[in-house]
């Protein structure tokens, strides 16, 4: 399958996005990175992988400020402001996407898929590496972003490193009514060198959306 980049306008400035369609696609998942770094990181690459090799259209989404060059990502709301239109663009026009829709990302990813999910209306939000709080600072939780998904009767998985200190598999599965939620990897938050057991998450949990 050949990569198509589409380059795509926000309100904050141009975004881009790396797209993988296999035939006869099953649905759409968009992938949003983290809030360091330029280029995509392993665990997002194998999780795209998978999902074009079991029958999902893929799109990695550049937010505006990476594109820009800038090496400091944007405020939360600066990011779901450029994420929100960039994924409709994808899901409209000639050469639109198909649904069902799931939204997903890596860390500050993650909290952009949690907070619009609502409105764009995906099946499922795929959280990577979620930043459940701060290092050290268990306290300044941000279980209300996490949550929002299932609040609004979405499905919602989380794929966390066994020892991220943004917050262990264990204190996310605190603020979820299930262990089934979540699924430990080896690693911390990079997950760095946990590739396939994320991947292998990633795509039981896909398999389940039915």
């Known amino acids: 399958m050949a990569i198509r980049l589409v380059e795509l306008e926000t309100p904050v400035g141009p975004g881009r996005a790396s797209v993988e369609r296999p035939r006869g696609a099953r649905g759409t998942i968009v992938l949003g990175h983290g809030a360091g770094g330029r280029g995509w990181s392993a665990d997002l690459r194998a999780i795209a992988a998978a999902a074009t090799d079991a029958g999902w259209a893929v799109a990695l989404i550049d937010q505006p400020w990476r594109v820009a060059g800038r090496k400091v990502a944007a405020s939360p709301a600066t990011l779901d402001r450029a994420w929100e239109p960039m994924v409709r663009a994808l899901l409209t026009g000639r050469n639109k996407l198909p649904r069902p829709l799931v939204v997903a990302g890596r860390s500050a990813g993650a909290r952009v898929a949690c907070r619009t999910a609502q409105t764009l209306d995906p099946i499922g939000v ?11 600072r268990p306290g300044a939780s941000r279980a209300e972003e996490l949550t929002l998904p299932l609040a609004q009767g979405r499905g919602l998985h989380v794929i966390q490193g ?40 990633a795509l039981a949990w896909l398999e389940s959306l039915g």
């Open 126 to 136: 795929l959280a990577v590496s979620f930043p459940l709080h701060p290092p050290g």
């Open 162 to 201: 066994s020892a991220d200190p943004f917050g262990t598999p264990g204190e996310v599965i605190s603020h979820l009514p299930d262990a089934a939620y979540v699924s430990a990897v080896p690693g911390t938050h990079s997950l760095e060198g946990a590739s396939v057991h994320v991947a292998a998450a």
